[in-house]
């Protein structure tokens, strides 16, 4: 029987890849998947890929391109664990993982936060980012879990209920970033019973280069009108105090010199009846005052 299917897309970091692969151990209940997101063959050796050759990972070369959210499709498509995890390939776990997961392998909930670490990739240190998990963690352990439940947009440091995704037919988008939102999202709203435990699966690292850091006009764009999508799924479901605030991605966009396309956003913006412009501008001042006066 396969308890836990750890899914991994990949694209043209092969070191750190295998890194994440070496952080989780080697057992007959644990099946690995990787998919490629059609690797540079300049960049991997095809011949030696990472997991290859090892009895509990399975490899799926894709030649669509379509980014890490199709690569996660993909992986679901052959996932037969009962319970799931999703990992970026230059992240990885900790060595407590498989004896954490044993400890919550027979639990009734269908969705699990745990634990994670940000830190930064040259220095190891904690990293700034690091901050809004940790904190979302206390508070949810303190009762306030929509606020996790809501804010958390990424598909790592969880165990997802394999018959919640499938059940629910939850995919994730196929953008070039922000893909991971909706579907955790939905993941979250879909989930009948919700569980939170501090204790840490999982190292995340910053690192130039990553898609964390893109800050191109497109990556921009993109992640607008995903984040718009976001906010309106928000509303729908009655939790619109969760939004995500629009402004500060406009204001980049403006500051890069792209005033159509500022304006053209502004427009898209101000014609979507679920999400008040009005009412984030003003959150917005009201967070720098606030950001001030603690300085």
């Known amino acids: 029987m396969i308890n836990y299917s750890i899914i991994i897309p990949h694209r043209n970091i092969p070191k750190l890849l295998q890194r994440c692969l070496d952080s989780i151990p080697y057992r007959d209940d644990i099946q690995i998947i990787v998919v490629d997101d059609n690797s540079d063959p300049k960049v991997v050796d095809f011949d030696n890929f990472p997991g290859m050759n090892a009895p509990n990972v399975e490899v799926y070369f894709t030649k669509e391109g379509k980014g890490a ?8 498509e052959h996932a037969k ?3 799931i995890l999703f990992a970026d390939a230059d992240d990885y776990f900790t060595q407590e993982l498989v004896t954490i997961l044993d400890t919550l392998k027979e639990s009734n909930n269908d969705l699990i936060f745990l634990g994670s670490k940000c830190i930064d990739g040259v220095t190891k240190r904690i990293h700034k980012r690091d901050l809004k998990y940790s904190k979302l963690m206390k508070e949810a352990l303190a009762g306030n879990k929509d606020k996790y439940r809501y804010n958390a947009y990424v598909p790592f440091a969880k165990i997802i209920r394999s018959d919640l995704i499938r059940d629910n037919y939850i995919l994730f988008d196929e953008t070039i970033v922000a893909n991971d939102m909706m579907g955790s ?3 979250a709203y879909c ?3 919700t569980g939170f435990d501090d204790r ?3 190292i995340r ?3 130039n280069g990553s898609l964390m850091s893109k800050r191109s006009i497109q990556y921009l764009i993109c992640r607008f009108n995903v ?3 976001v906010n309106d799924f928000l509303t729908d479901i009655g939790f619109s105090k969760y939004h995500i605030n629009l402004i500060p991605t406009l204001i980049k966009i403006l500051l890069k010199g792209n005033i159509d396309v500022f304006f053209d956003l502004i427009f898209i913006l101000l014609k979507d009846n679920k999400v008040s412009a009005k009412k984030q501008i003003l959150d917005l001042f009201m967070y720098q005052i606030l950001k001030i006066k603690k300085s």
């Open 200 to 202: 840490c699966i999982y």
């Open 185 to 187: 999202i939905r993941m």
């Open 69 to 76: 959210g199709y690569a996660r499709n993909v992986g679901l």
């Open 81 to 83: 664990g009962k319970w």
């Open 205 to 207: 690292e910053v690192r």
């Open 191 to 193: 989930s009948k019973s």
């Open 227 to 229: 984040w718009l999508r």
